[in-house]
């Protein structure tokens, strides 16, 4: 049972991005040959290279120490299809809009990781942008599906204190009580620094140069080749291929979808700097462009400043003159931040929480040996935008790697209980559910030993 249920939670945490990637090469590989079908529940079907593209993610995931056979991944997917099928039939609905914007979110995941659209098209072998896009609609659709069936099975389930402490000492029993990492909670105090109106001045009036020169016949390319801060200007002379759907900032996309090719534009501000830009193309939906980045230079003088202020910030702290709350509220320019004491949020759970061990290498090393209570020194930072600062740090709160504790893990030791309880309910919902449901098992499959009786044998 352990087994199975170590099996689960790694299904539970497969990445949409690592699903709909397989799904990519999937697709190219079945316009080679077709694939081979392992179980139909319903009207869903399971594929044979489901069963192989998921196995392998499980033991990636875990890092060897689970390994699982195709019986029992087999099972797991069965799972997924059978909720999928039963929310058609309960009449679940998912809204274009909600479908719309898991699509848009994938797209965009996978444009950051390979450049453009058009590279994530070519690696995942669809034919175009609507062709990836028919694809990635097809699948957000059953993977919320599925999660709305689930809520609506479990929407009525809650777990009481008895049942949390009664969970708990089960496990105690067993040995199996789980060990929860070291977190850490931060803040910080972040002075940037902001360029003069004399220095903004003079890189808009050099972009009204350069257009003026362009649209007098100079080379757009070579003028971004020289003078554009554009990291990528060497490799591709600031050209992009531009969709709304696309990861470019709202002001880039906005600007390419003004513009008659041939149009330079006017400069325009984003939060990398100035830009102008000029449109070569259009292509149904897309458009080509180029564009030059200027921004605004800080001198050496000013950054020096910027960290003499927030060594003097920092003194003040620590005399007591004010504390790190009223210090944020006071002196902070960073928006994601200032207006909640400075506290920084976790990217990849939107909690304030960090899981110590899966920290940025750079950024553990400045903060791993903090006490609770203590900040690190003024250093140096610059934003992907080009912005530079000053900034520096607060260990808020710090919990060590330990095993579970019922007093003070009590609210994760409660979202175990309720989740495991779900998990009970949904495993009852769907032994009832297999008995009416049409399921058919491939020949491929058909000794396989499961813990559900899909096979509907008598007996069983």
């Excluded at 554009?228 to 990861?247: H, L």
């Excluded at 504790?405 to 309910?425: C, F, N, R, S």
């Excluded at 009832?432 to 491939?442: A, L």
Aim: include cysteine.
């Amino acid at each position: 049972m352990q087994h199975r249920k170590t099996i689960s939670k790694y299904i539970k945490v497969l990445t949409f991005a690592f699903f709909l990637g397989f799904l990519g090469l999937q697709t190219s590989a079945q316009k080679v040959k077709i694939d081979g079908v392992a179980v139909v529940i319903g009207k869903n079907i399971v594929l044979e290279s489901d069963i192989a593209k998921f196995k392998q993610e499980v033991e990636l995931r875990s890092e060897g120490k689970v390994t699982i056979t195709d019986c029992e991944m087999l099972e797991e997917l069965m799972q997924q299809k059978l909720l999928a099928h039963h929310a058609i039939v309960d009449s679940v609905t998912v809204s274009d809009a909600e479908v719309s914007t898991r699509v848009d979110r994938s797209i965009q995941y996978f444009t950051q990781q390979y450049g453009n659209v058009e590279k994530v098209i070519k690696a995942y072998g669809f034919n175009d942008l609507d062709d990836l896009k028919k694809e990635l609609t097809t699948v957000q659709t059953e993977n919320i599906l599925i999660e709305k069936e689930q809520q609506k099975i479990t929407e009525k389930i809650d777990v009481t204190p008895e049942e949390v402490r009664l969970y708990f000492n089960g496990l105690k029993e067993k040995g199996e009580l789980p060990q929860f990492p070291a977190e850490i909670e931060l803040a910080q105090i972040v002075i940037k620094a902001i360029p003069t109106k004399e220095e903004t001045d003079r890189v808009i009036a050099k972009l009204n140069a350069l257009k003026k020169e362009i649209e007098e016949g100079s080379n757009f390319r070579m003028k971004a080749i020289i003078n554009s801060d554009d990291p990528g200007v060497t490799s591709n002379g600031g050209e992009y291929t531009v969709t709304k759907e696309s990861s470019f900032i709202k002001e880039f996309k906005e600007m390419a979808f003004t513009l008659d090719v041939g149009q330079v534009s006017k400069p325009f501000k984003s939060e990398f700097g100035y830009h102008i830009m000029q449109l070569h193309a259009i292509k149904g939906n897309t458009r080509v462009a180029s564009h030059i980045l200027m921004q605004p230079k800080v001198p050496d003088e000013k950054m020096n400043e910027i960290k003499e202020k927030a060594e003097n910030i920092i003194k003040e702290i620590r005399a007591g003159d004010l504390t790190f709350a009223e210090a944020v509220k006071k002196y902070s320019n960073d928006d994601e931040t200032k207006n909640n004491g400075g506290l920084i949020i976790n990217p990849s759970t939107g909690e304030s929480k960090f899981d110590l061990t899966r920290m940025d290498p750079a950024f553990y090393a400045r903060v791993s040996d903090l006490k609770k209570g203590e900040m690190t020194e003024p250093f140096y930072d610059e934003e992907r935008s080009g912005d530079k600062m000053f900034k520096f740090i607060l260990m808020k709160d710090r919990t060590d790697t330990h095993v579970a504790d019922l007093v003070e893990d009590y609210v994760k030791v409660q979202q175990l209980a309720l989740q495991k309880k779900k998990e009970e309910t949904i495993t009852k919902w769907s032994k009832e559910k297999i008995k009416d449901t049409y399921i058919n098992i491939g020949p491929t499959h058909s000794n396989c030993t499961f813990e559900k009786n899909w096979k509907k044998e008598v007996n069983k």
